[in-house]
């Protein structure tokens, strides 16, 4: 659909200044063991320089894409921000879904709006894993820049990024500062490589991502031209350095031990009172289930609430740059012209199915919140149509007027966001080991359908979970006569659908009702 942009030259005056401002004040601020960002950090071509390159159509919106790593769907309740700029301002949507829910493939997905098992960044470690799995010439922001699109990227990008190479740009970005794997997770003492140079500015690595996303924006090289700006946090990310009260082994229970976040100093404690979330599958699990695992003990259950106080409390830090960007959105007369998208690689369990983590095929792993506002799309509506990470970069695209390099699994969803339209989806979903993994050895595939969660783990038997009667998926129905067809149609789109690519893939709403058997 096409949207008008209003430019004027008091408005790219504007942003220039902004742009000085910070640059004189908060992001030179520096310590005996970090640098200030430098006045040359974001020195890109200058407009004379960006001639050359293509331009995007009269009318072509902005678009920012804000992602936390490890959001749950729970965490949104504490992101005030959020709720208020973006979700009271746009559209919510209830069943975001991260297919391959851990962060490598994840990102991947946002990078090429393909399935993992296409894109082949299939996990963390090892084969097929990490940042050297990943081909980048043909992704997301190469094709924008083909379409005109000034690309911005700022935070965490693929894990293992910059372990061989600190100084590697990938393609496709016109400003790209990333943080330096395995600095990425410090939180406090954080190197970026910054459009080639090295630099390690003192501060809390949300503030300093934060402070950076508002320089480049106010500081673009050609301000007439429309831009992609993808900020990455790295909270709620587990991350150091250690603090006084994060849990610690006890010669009783040493299974205690959990890994947490670090929030902002100003943040710390703020939720001490917190407890985790009241719902049926804390600390209970699953029922016939391949990843079932024994009781936890009280030591740990104590643990695991002190790591989700201090999620929560890392979230704040986004919340307020949220907060911050739209602001400078709206300071450079740029807001009402950008589609604002708020989300997360994948979820999170604090205790959920008696798990901590992600990967599994779980609703808290594979929920991931989607918040989006923009031109034509309705204010402080939600929608229960299920949308993917894959989904968004082949939104991002289509709206963009870009024509993808790849073969995009992913589905321009905004139309249906503009029309209000919901309806069921059938969502392949999959996964692979965190430390290696070959196309054809998936710890599990299986397909996510309305309320319906179909997994076949490898070497193992299927397991069905009916949200809608079981919204904790505490009981495997697979092997009950009433859900006998419903397994069935699950399973052939299971088969179907594992390996898709493409038009092969479900592209469309499904017309399908599924329903247990009366009995």
């Known amino acids: 659909m096409p949207h008008r942009r209003s430019r004027h030259r008091a408005r790219n005056t504007a942003a220039w200044a902004v742009g000085t401002l910070l640059l004189a004040t908060g992001l030179q601020a520096c310590s005996d063991n970090g640098d200030a960002l430098p006045d040359d950090l974001g020195k890109r071509p200058s407009s004379s320089q960006a001639q050359g390159q293509p331009r995007a159509p009269q009318g072509a919106a902005n678009v920012v894409l804000i992602t936390a790593d490890d959001m749950s769907i729970d965490d949104v309740a504490h992101m005030p921000h959020l709720q208020r700029l973006v979700g009271e301002r746009g559209v919510t949507i209830e069943d975001g879904l991260a297919p391959t829910p851990i962060c490598v493939p994840a ?106 996303t508002t320089e480049m924006l106010a500081d673009r090289p050609d301000p007439d031209r429309p831009f992609y700006l993808w900020a990455n946090y790295v909270a709620p990310h587990t991350g150091g350095g250690d603090e006084s009260d994060d849990p610690k082994v006890t010669q009783s229970d040493p299974e205690a031990q959990l890994a947490t976040t670090r929030p902002a100093d100003r943040h710390r404690n703020t939720f001490s009172d917190e407890e985790l979330p009241d719902v049926p599958e804390m600390w209970r699990a699953p029922d016939k289930s391949r990843w079932a695992t024994k009781k936890k003990s009280g030591a740990y259950r104590s643990a695991m609430r002190e790591v989700n106080q201090q999620r929560i409390e890392s979230l704040q830090a986004v919340d307020e740059a949220i907060r911050d960007t739209v602001k400078a959105l709206r300071k450079q007369g740029e807001l009402d012209d950008t589609y604002v998208i708020v989300t997360s690689d994948n979820g999170f369990m604090t205790g959920h199915n008696n798990k901590m983590g992600k990967l599994l095929p779980y609703d808290n792993s594979l929920r991931i919140p989607i918040l989006v506002r923009g031109p034509g799309l309705p204010e402080g509506t939600s929608t229960e149509l299920a949308v993917t990470n894959p989904d968004l970069a082949a939104t991002i695209a289509a709206l963009a007027g870009a024509e993808p390099g790849r073969v995009v699994d992913g589905v321009d969803v ?89 038009q092969e893939c479900p592209t469309e709403l499904e017309e399908t009702e599924l329903v247990p058997a009366k009995g």
């Open 107 to 212: 990102r991947a997905s946002l990078l090429t709006g393909q399935y993992a098992h296409n894109h082949t960044a299939l996990t963390i470690n090892g084969r097929n894993g990490g940042f050297k799995s990943f081909e980048d010439e043909d992704t997301l922001p190469v094709w924008l820049q083909e379409a005109g699109y000034d690309t911005l990227f700022v935070g965490k990008y693929l894990n293992g990024y910059g372990e061989n190479d600190q100084t590697y740009l990938p393609p496709g970005w016109s400003d790209f500062r990333a943080s330096i794997d395995y600095s990425t997770y410090s939180f406090t003492d954080t190197l970026f490589n910054a459009n080639g140079r090295v630099v390690k500015p003192a501060g809390y690595s949300t503030d300093l991502i934060a402070e950076m």
């Open 414 to 502: 905004l139309p249906w966001l503009t029309e209000g339209r919901n309806g069921q989806r059938i969502i392949p979903i999959e996964a692979w080991p965190l430390n290696g993994g070959r196309k054809n050895k998936r710890v599990y595939s299986g397909i996510r359908f309305g309320p319906y969660t179909y997994v076949l783990p490898r070497g193992g038997a299927p397991e069905l979970y009916d949200r809608s009667r079981d919204p904790g998926e505490l009981k495997n129905v697979a092997g009950e006569p009433a859900y006998a067809q419903v397994l069935a149609q699950l399973a052939e789109w299971d088969d179907r659908y594992r390996d898709c690519a493409g």
